[in-house]
C-alpha cells in the first residue's frame, strides 16, 4: 500500500498554507525606560522619529519612565494598566548594562514571559558603545519554520517603510539535519543520499512556497517595499549575525513564544542575548 | 498460439479431487488477510500442486506446441497441413472443412458448438515450438494489458496530471461537502474507468483524507470513503480496461472498447447517482448554509496548489496527450489497421514504452514499482484453471451453471448475475469471472448473450458487499485504518450492505430490460 502513502505525501505538499495579512491595530505605544524625564521624552521622540510607520497620528504614546517604574510586580500591573498594543524598552532596565553585558535585565525577562504584547528591545542608551536609532528601513523577520507565520510577517511588513525592504529568512539548522541524516545513514531500507537531497528540498520548498504567497499577498495588500527571500541550510545564530550585518538590518523581528515552555523559545533566547546593537521585536 | 484441446479421459475421482484443490484456492484467497499470504503465493502453491498432480494423473496435455499459426477468413484458405491433438500434423482439404460446418445440416446450437470447435481447428501454417505446458495456459493478452497499463498509469501519474486534476475538481467544489462529494464521485468513477478501481481509489482516498482534514470535516471521512470505495466498482463497469473481469469476460465475448462502454455507461451513471443520493442522505452530507462558513470553506481550499506536483510542464502536457491517445487507440484497437491484430496488450505496452523514454536512464523505479504480486496471481491463477480445465473441473461446475442458464432467460441471467456478486464478495472476482467466462466460452454462449453481462456485473459489483470483495474496497478500508477510523469486517457489510443491493437490484434490472 505504499503508493496510498505516495499519493497522499503528493496532496499534502500541494496543500500550502496561504499568507493572509494580519492588520496590526496600533492604537497605544508605551515606552518602558529607566531614564529620568526629560532625558525620557526626548529618548521617546527619537524611537517615534525611527519608526513613522508604527501607528497612525492618532497613536497615542505613554512613558513609563524611571520615576514611575516601581518593582517587576508593579510594573507589570502598570502595563496591564495601561494595555499598550505596543512596547517598546531596553535590555538591562535599572541594572547597569556594563555589569550584565550579556544578560536581558529581570524586568525584559519578566515582561517576555508575562505579557503577549509585542516588545521591541533597542539598544540600551547607557552603553557608551550603542549605536545611535536610525530610521528603520530595513526588516527582517526570522523563523525556523517560515510557512504559516502570518503575525510575524504581518507585523515586519507594518514596520517596513514603502521605499524599505522586507527579508524573510528561515535557516534550516544543519547541525540537526545532519544528525537525522546520520540515523538515516544507519537505516538500510532508507536510501541515504536520496532521503539527504529529497528531505532538504521539502524542508526548504515550504518556507520558499511561503515567502511566495507573502510576496504576492502584501502586494494585494498595497504594500510597495521589496520582499527579499533567505531560505537556507545553516547554522541559525552564526547565519543571522552575517545577514545581519551582511543586509545592515535595522530591525530584526521574531517570535519568542513557546507554548510548551514560559522561557523563549528556540533560537529568540541566544539572539536577543546576543544582538545588542540591533533593534529587536520579540512577538 | 495454438493449445491443442484435451481429450484425455478423465475418472471422476480426478475431478472430484481438482475441484477440492479449486475450493481450497478460492477459500485461501477469501482467507488471504487471515492468513497473511499475499495472492500470488498463494494462487502460484496451488498452481505447482496443480500440475504436480495433473502429470501424474497424465491430464495434461504435454508435448510440442503450435504458434504463429492464423485462423483463415473463409474455407479456400484452409487447405493445408493442421495439427492433430496428438501432436501429427495432417493434410487438410476443403471439403472436409466444409462438411463439418454445414449449416444445413446442423441445429443453431450444434452449429455454435462447431464454430467453437473450428475455432481450435482452422489454424493453419503454424509451427511447432517445444514449450513447458504452463506456458501456453497463460493469457499472455490479459499479462499485457494489466503490465502495460499499470507502466504507462504509473509513469504518467509522475507528470502530475492525476493530481492536478483531483486538486482542480477539490478547488471547483469551493470546499463544500456536498459539492465535493459529487466531485470525489464523479471524478472516483471517471479515474477507476480509465485507469483501473484500485488506482482510482488511491488516488481519490488519500486526496479525500488531505482535503477533509484541511477542510476540519473529519467526520465525514469515513461516509466518503465508504462511498467513494463502492464507487469505484461501479466506475469499473465503465470500459473494458477498467476491470480486469472486463478484460477476461470481454475479451473472451469479443465484446470491443466501445461496444462496452456504450452497454455499460447507462448503468454507471444511473447507479453512480442512486450512490450518490443514497450516500448524501445515510452519512449527513450537507451544504453549507451560512455565507461565513462559504468563505471559510473557500479560503481553506484555495491554500490547494495544483501545480505544485508538476515538475516539468512539458511533460504535463505530454502525459495529458498520451493519455488522450491511449484511451482513444484502446477503444479503437478493433478497427485500427494492424493495432486490430496485435491487441489492447500491445497498445498498452506500447504506450508505456513511449512513457518510459522520459526516464530512460531510471527505468528501474517503474519496474520495481509494478505490482507483481498482482502479475504473478494471474499467471498462477491461469495456470490453475487450465489443470482444471483438463481435469474436466470447469465442465462439471460447468454442468452446474448450464442448469442454472436452463432456468431461462429471465431466471438464468439474473441467477447468473446474482450467484457471481455473491461469490465475488467473498473471494477475488478474477478466478470467478476467468472460470466462468472459459465455461461460457465451452457452453458456446453467443457473444450477443446476457449472460456475459451478467457475469461482469455480478462479478464487478460483489466486490461491494463486503471489504474483501474487492481490491479497492479493501484499499478504501486501509485509508480509513490509516485515518485512525474505526471499521470492522461487519460494520463494513453493515453500511456497505444497503448500497451494494441497491447496485445489485439496478443492475438486474438493467441486464434484464436492456443487454438480454
Known sequence: ????????????????????????????????????????????????????????????????????????????????????????????????????????????????????????????????DSPELRTVKRVMAITD??????????????????????????????TTFERYIQTISKIP?????????????????????YVNSCRKGLADCGFKMQVHEIVTLGHRLRDYRQLLDQHQIDLLVLNTKDQDQLAMHGVAYPLSVELRNTPLLLL | MLLLANTTEVSLGVTLLFSLLLVGLISCLAL????????????????????????AFHILPFGRVVVGSYQPANFEEVEGDYVEPDGDRVHVDVESISDQSDPDTTTPSESAHEAHQAHHALHVDGHEVSMPVYIPAIDWGVIAIILGSSLFVDITSRSGLFTWIAIRVTKLSKGDPLLLLIAYAIMTVVFSAVLNNVTAMIIVGSLTAVSLSRLARKELLLGFLLIEGLLTNVGGLLTLISSVPNIIVGTAANISFVTFFLRAAPYVVVATMATLVMGAWVFKVRRLSTEAEKQEALQLVAGFDENDGIQSVMFFRFGAIML??????????????????????????????????????DVDQFYKAVDWDLLGFFMALFVVINVMEHAKVLDLIGVGVAKIIDWGDIGGTATVLISAAGFSSVTDNIPLAAMLAKILSSLGTPDSSALWWSVIFGANLGGNITPIGSASTLVAVTIIHKNELEMSFGKFVKIAAPFALLHLALATAYVLLFLR
Not at chain 1, 504584547?117 to 533597542?122: A, E, H, Q
Not at chain 2, 488471504?32 to 502429470?55: Q, T, Y
Open chain 2, 324 to 361: 488522450g491517445l491511449f484511451i482513444a487507440v484502446i477503444a479503437t484497437t478493433s478497427v485500427l489497421p494492424l493495432i486490430s491484430d496485435l491487441e489492447m496488450g500491445f497498445v498498452a505496452l506500447a504506450f508505456a514504452a513511449v512513457m518510459l523514454w522520459r526516464y530512460k536512464s
Open chain 2, 32 to 55: 488471504e488477510e487471515k492468513i497473511h499470504a499475499k495472492k500470488s503465493v498463494i494462487a502460484g502453491s496451488f498452481a505447482v500442486v496443480c500440475l504436480l498432480l495433473g502429470a
Open chain 1, 145 to 174: 519554520h517560515m510557512a504559516g507565520q502570518n503575525r510575524l510577517v504581518s507585523i515586519a511588513a507594518s514596520l517596513t517603510p514603502p521605499d524599505g525592504e522586507l527579508w524573510l529568512s528561515h535557516v534550516e539548522d544543519e
Open chain 1, 189 to 209: 531500507d532508507i536510501e541515504t543520499d536520496v532521503a539527504k537531497v529529497r528531505i532538504l528540498e521539502q524542508l526548504l520548498k515550504e518556507p520558499r512556497d
Open chain 1, 1 to 128: 500500500m505504499s503508493k496510498i502513502d505516495q499519493f497522499e505525501s503528493v496532496f499534502k505538499a500541494a496543500d500550502k498554507t496561504p499568507f493572509q495579512f494580519e492588520r496590526m491595530q496600533v492604537n497605544s505605544v508605551l515606552l518602558v525606560t529607566d531614564l529620568y524625564d526629560p532625558d525620557a521624552a526626548e529618548y521617546g521622540e527619537k524611537v517615534r522619529l525611527a519608526f513613522p510607520n508604527l501607528g497612525t497620528d492618532s497613536t497615542k504614546w505613554s512613558c513609563l519612565d524611571r520615576a514611575l517604574l516601581p518593582s517587576v510586580d508593579g510594573f507589570l500591573g502598570e502595563i496591564k494598566r495601561l494595555a499598550p498594543d505596543f512596547i517598546f524598552t531596553f535590555r538591562n532596565l535599572l541594572t547597569p548594562a556594563t555589569e550584565h553585558p550579556y544578560s536581558l535585565g529581570v524586568h525584559l525577562d519578566v515582561m517576555t514571559q508575562a505579557t503577549d504584547i509585542p516588545i521591541l528591545v533597542l539598544p540600551s542608551p547607557h552603553r557608551e
